[in-house]
């Protein structure tokens, strides 16, 4: 990992941090357009969608589309997030009889 000293200078060799300011506004603009709140136990997901967005924003809808069927044909039913719409609790979080 590269460091600046931005006492010194912009850019030192071809590092700089124009990359990762654009991504955390990005995610700024993200939690107040389309998310609306950040829950902080999904805080790395909404990180990596908006990773994945970064990395593929000049790659046209339809191609990305096909991309991320593929991908969860590929792939078996998450873990995290299998039961999340309907509630269900994780056998760790279960509250234990009193």
């Known amino acids: ?28 603009r993200a939690e107040i357009g389309h998310h609306h709140h950040v829950a902080g136990n999904y805080l790395l997901r909404y990180a990596q969608e908006a990773s994945w967005r970064e990395d593929n924003r000049r790659v046209p809808n339809g191609d990305q589309v096909q991309r991320v069927s593929a991908l969860a044909m590929k792939h078996k039913p998450s873990v995290d997030f299998s039961g999340y719409w309907q509630r269900h609790i994780n056998e760790n979080e279960k509250a234990q009889p009193i």
């Open 1 to 28: 990992m590269k460091r600046i000293n931005h006492e010194e200078g912009y850019s030192l060799d071809g590092a700089c941090t124009n990359w990762a300011e654009e991504f955390f506004s990005r995610m700024r």
